[in-house]
């Protein structure tokens, strides 16, 4: 590889060249699933010329080295924090919450009280507050949920925000603007209670990547997380959700994202962004 964007050493930004930035949308892209078009290379440009500058790297081609060593995993998550941006609140975009309390919660609840299961994903859960949303909803309409097999997973594909979701402690005033119907009775400071927090199950996922679970889903959260993939991506990616849902299970997603390809034969709209899949056990491809 013989690209060289060096870095000025009196700290002014460096130029990105056109040559570099395809090789961070290619790795993006192998790596992540992230699609880059060119309008996000001053972005990337300025992102990266921190990142370096924190490493002390002068040659861009050292740093795309250091991406591809043996020791790369590390230095991978950082760039992928780079790339992309955690911008996610407690139950953000409420008829989302209001479709899982009346159709999928409500009539679940019967049947897991006598022994059956209740499983909800939010896949791509950044630091943790649709999850925790999806844990308080469940808590309000059954108290004894952490004694039933209700069980919510969040994903992220960035350790590092999957770590201050584990943690599960948020600014005060974020708290304080809870629905109250919603609001724990047992919360108190700035941390998630564990009668919420014993419900969520918290790991990494890339979801370009085949999913290591075999059970499947009631519902799954994946919302504002599909638009960083190109169309070929997006449509894998509704393809293996549709996979991973029961029959009549509810997927939810962003508010500029749309259902495409093969996956769409199988769902059927429910609502804004939210459909259900049709499907009576098979998969699309």
Known sequence: MTIASPIDPKGQEFALTDADFEVVAQYAHKHFGLAMSSSKKPLVSSRLAR???????NRFKDYI????????????????????????HFFREPHHFDTLR???????????RRGGRLRVWSAG?????????IAMLLKSMCPDADKLDAKI???????????????????????????????PSDMSGDT??????SLVTFGTLNLIEPFP????FD????????????????????????????????????????????????FKTAGITTYINTAAGGASE
């Open 125 to 133: 859960c950044s630091t943790g507050q649709e999850p925790y949303s």
């Open 153 to 183: 997973l969040g994903t992220d594909i960035d350790p590092v925000v999957v770590r201050k979701a584990q943690a599960a402690q948020y600014p005060t005033d974020e708290l304080s603007q809870l629905p109250r119907e919603y609001k």
């Open 219 to 266: 519902a799954i959260f994946c919302r504002n997380v599909a638009i960083y993939f190109d169309t070929p991506t997006q449509q894998k990616v509704w393809s293996a959700f549709q996979r991973a849902l029961n029959p009549g299970g509810y997927l939810f997603i962003g508010h500029s994202e749309r259902m495409s390809g093969p996956a769409s034969a199988h």
């Open 65 to 88: 080295a250091q991406l591809e060593g043996p020791n790369a995993g590390a230095e991978r998550n950082e760039l992928l924090s780079l790339l992309t941006t955690n911008v996610t």
């Open 192 to 197: 998630i209670p564990s009668s919420v927090t």
């Open 102 to 112: 009346d159709e999928v919660f409500q009539p679940a609840l019967d049947k897991v």
């Open 213 to 216: 679970f075999k059970g499947k």
């Open 51 to 57: 990142r370096l500058r924190h490493l002390k790297i």
